[in-house]
């Protein structure tokens, strides 16, 4: 799935909760959906292999997919997290989720245009052998995928309304007010 996609779906994962009490802090919010896009951090070395154009080092075909997208990367991330949170279990068991989110994203909607699949070596570097796979990945590029970035998109647009805060307000807050306050008044 899109980079995009993932940081909305992070982004409202962070915003769950019914009450206030539950309602995660606009830190802990940003922590969390920043975790949502995090595994595609293994990704960067396309712009190596672009930069370089050497054609025995391909950083990105070799490790994207490999490198972030496993458990004990999603672990360390957690842990990290549970530190930067004040040892907080709540966030962090949310950062965890939206790390799986991610791997789910891409378990279903990331196949290559050349019809490759992205397997995630779940269990890396333990294991090499054990790899999720899905014989129905839809590609990159499909319906789907803009179809799942559009509910999203709806849904984040709906609970920027509702609870007054957007993802905008990891750049800026007076952005976010405008946003929130443009929502509020054509909806």
């Known amino acids: 799935m899109s980079p995009i996609t993932h940081f909305l779906i992070g982004w409202v994962l962070a915003t769950n909760g019914t009450d206030h009490q539950q309602q995660q802090t606009r830190r802990e919010r940003g922590i969390i959906t920043i975790a949502g896009v995090l ?86 570097p333990f294991s090499s052998d054990w790899e999720w796979a899905w014989q129905g990945q839809w590609a990159l590029n499909a319906w789907p995928n803009f179809v799942v970035t559009a509910i999203v998109l709806g849904i984040t647009f709906h609970l920027a309304w509702r609870r007054g805060y957007s993802p905008v307000e990891m750049i800026s807050t007076a952005a976010d007010a405008r946003l929130v306050a443009t929502l509020r008044h054509r909806f």
């Open 39 to 124: 595994p595609d951090v293994d990704g960067l070395g396309v712009i190596v292999d672009y930069v370089l154009q050497d054609k025995d080092l391909t950083l990105w075909s070799k490790y994207h997919h490999v490198l972030t997208h496993n458990l004990s990367f999603g672990l360390i991330v957690t842990l990290f997290s549970f530190w930067l949170l004040g040892w907080q279990w709540r966030p962090a068991l949310l950062v965890l989720g939206s790390i799986h989110l991610h791997l789910l994203g891409d378990l279903v909607g990331s196949r290559s245009p050349d019809g490759y699949q992205w397997p995630i070596p779940y269990l890396y």
